[in-house]
DNA sequence: TTCAAGGTTCTACGATCATAGAACATCGAG
DNA sequence: CTCGATGTTCTATGATCGTAGAACCTTGAA
């Protein structure tokens, strides 16, 4: 089955959406985090909540143009859309700290979420 | 009375919180018309909601810290907080089209809005 | 003091949101 | 095929949101 997921189109991302979706400092931290360490499938990610509200979370980061999900076998690899986001909302992503760390009294991610900060490659036993 | 609102510090003020008020068409626009014609009062922005609404969204920006009141007599001059938000989050005025026209697709405030394009003079019958 | 103007607060309502548990779907390995 | 791994979808729940009407408050003017 062609399990290609919808993502709307560049002209399509529209700034209600995305500033919703980068309002929650769950959603934000994931987008830093794929903006610092690029790709990486969900279960890869680690926050303190259910499996079934990241997967919540991912579908708002996709529908609203954040995000893009490819489905490689059982995995998907999520990336951030730097591209599609700074030519529609240029500095967008920058001003919100995904790009560029914090560097004042604000935390950059979400207070309690406690993401994998592992390259891609040392994550075999959890 | 002292009746001196409550406005957040510029350092208090939170991410989480300014992209949630801005996530709102209505109160983008208000902050885009604040920033593009200076100071106005509230009756002198003109929305297709009720008074209690518009109220509501004057609140959101203030407390998250977008915007400035001033009670002056019987009306409030409302202020956009620039310097505060450029300081605490450099370029994101900007990028959310409060400080710069969109010219792209998208339209740049609310789509059912109706702000008033008028100079502060030019407004005693409604 | 009386009154109107400008805004806020109270209350309520339907919609949306973040969250999570349970069941389900899909793929790769044995 | 069976089984485990990886995620999604379904369903539900409590919280928050945007909205508006009604009452209220404050100020300035008559």
Do not use: N, W
Request: some cysteine; hydrophobic content about 35%; charged content about 30%.
């Amino acid at each position: 089955m062609r399990s290609q997921l919808h993502h709307p189109d560049r002209r399509e991302i529209s700034l209600d959406k995305v500033l919703h979706a980068l309002s929650d400092p769950i959603r934000r931290d994931i987008a830093r985090v794929m903006h610092a360490e690029g790709s990486r499938t969900c279960g890869q990610l680690d926050y303190p909540i259910a499996k079934s509200t990241l997967s919540h979370h991912l579908k708002v980061l996709r529908e609203s143009g954040v995000m893009h999900t490819e489905v490689r076998g059982t995995t998907r690899i999520i990336t951030l859309r730097r591209d599609d986001l700074e030519a529609r909302f240029p500095g967008l992503l920058d001003a919100v700290r995904v790009t560029r760390p914090a560097a004042d009294g604000e935390p950059v991610g979400a207070e309690g979420a406690r993401r994998g900060p592992c390259p891609p490659a040392a994550r075999s036993a959890r």
